[in-house]
């Protein structure tokens, strides 16, 4: 007996309290009879599932494990996301031409981008706050993390043991660490990535 298809799965609204979680992104793009396909993209981190889900139009088309490119008429869609939100969320055409997608009204990164339009010198002073608390949190990890890695036998017999100069209070290295994730938050919501940088990213999750 044949199973019948499932039923075709609408995208559900966007509920204010669902901000800190849901992450949707929307870009309207030709589809494949030339006409023109709103594509939504949802990661819901509330899932712990690592996926994304894709809609055109609001219909449920598909979902891809992160990070992925997603296949669109001239290009591709490019998505992933981090411990502290979405990391990338672009369209691809191509000619390699990249293109943010735009967020849906009322989440965490349209409420980001509205305080930028609305607030631009606030806005501008939560960037530059965020790269130098980053920028404090990496220099203080690499002493920190040479005193660990002179810990494994291998590295201690060879090159002996190194205890990091810098030595804070636990009240210190706890404000250090929130600053930084909130500070790393702060760059995906407007999706600012640097190499180096974002690095710091990484260590705060540890």
Known sequence: MTTPPAPPKRMKPF??????????????????????IRYTLEIDTANGDNEVQVYADGWFQSKHELPASIPVVGGHIEANASLY???????????????????????????????????PTISRAMRWAAIAILIANLVLAIPFAIELATELPAIQRNLGTFVSPIQLPAW????????????????????RRNRILDMETIWTGL
Do not use: K
């Not at 929307?26 to 023109?36: E, I, K, Q, Y």
């Not at 969320?89 to 967020?103: F, Y």
């Not at 210190?172 to 909130?182: F, Y």
């Open 15 to 36: 509920r204010q309290w669902q901000v800190l979680h849901r992450h949707l992104y929307t870009v309207d793009h030709t589809g494949p009879a030339g006409n023109s």
């Open 85 to 119: 939100g979405v990391t990338r969320m672009h369209l691809v055409t191509a000619d390699g031409a990249a293109r943010r997608l735009t967020p849906v009204a009322g989440t965490i990164e349209d409420r980001r981008r509205a305080l930028d339009r609305r607030h």
């Open 172 to 191: 210190a290295n706890t404000s250090l660490m929130v600053a930084g994730i909130l500070a790393a938050t702060e760059r995906v919501l407007t999706l």
